[in-house]
């Protein structure tokens, strides 16, 4: 799947209306600019996994807040309402950040197969399931992360 601008629009209940790849490849590549188009408030079935390549950003997760910068990473459970701040929906903010980043959403089932799959059960499903942890930084400093 080529990389392309993240493409808004959500439904009532705020999950996201793009489509993140299909059944047969369920992944989707995106680069962002956030001084030409926002990352408004939505959700998704999808894992979400992005770093920022310029500048800096803070995403919104929840009722959280997760300052990156250039080299620094966030990944996001599914289900989890998110956003980048930006100016029209973050009052604190004066002007749209000067960021860019890469991201990428896909389905759990591509790292753990099927629901009956020992990998689902034992790693993806715990991680999908615990909402006391919507999100983890990812930092160079942490040798492990940088090589992600």
Known sequence: MPLSSWVPG???????????????FPIACYYDALSVEPVDWHWHEEME???VTEGS???LIG???CDLQT?????????????????LFDPTMTEPPN?????MCFH????????????WQKYV???????TTPYVRLSPSNPWQQQA
């Open 63 to 65: 009722a959280r807040r």
């Open 125 to 131: 499903q715990p991680l999908v399931d615990d909402l």
């Open 108 to 119: 759990p089932r591509l790292v753990g197969g099927s629901p009956e799959s020992t990998i």
């Open 99 to 103: 960021c860019r980043l890469h991201s």
């Open 57 to 59: 950003c803070t995403f």
């Open 49 to 51: 996994c992005a770093f």
């Open 71 to 87: 080299g620094e990473g966030i990944f996001i459970i599914p289900g989890v309402v998110h956003a980048v701040a930006d100016p």
């Open 10 to 24: 959500v439904d009532k209940q705020g999950r996201e209306l793009a489509k993140h790849g299909d059944t047969a």
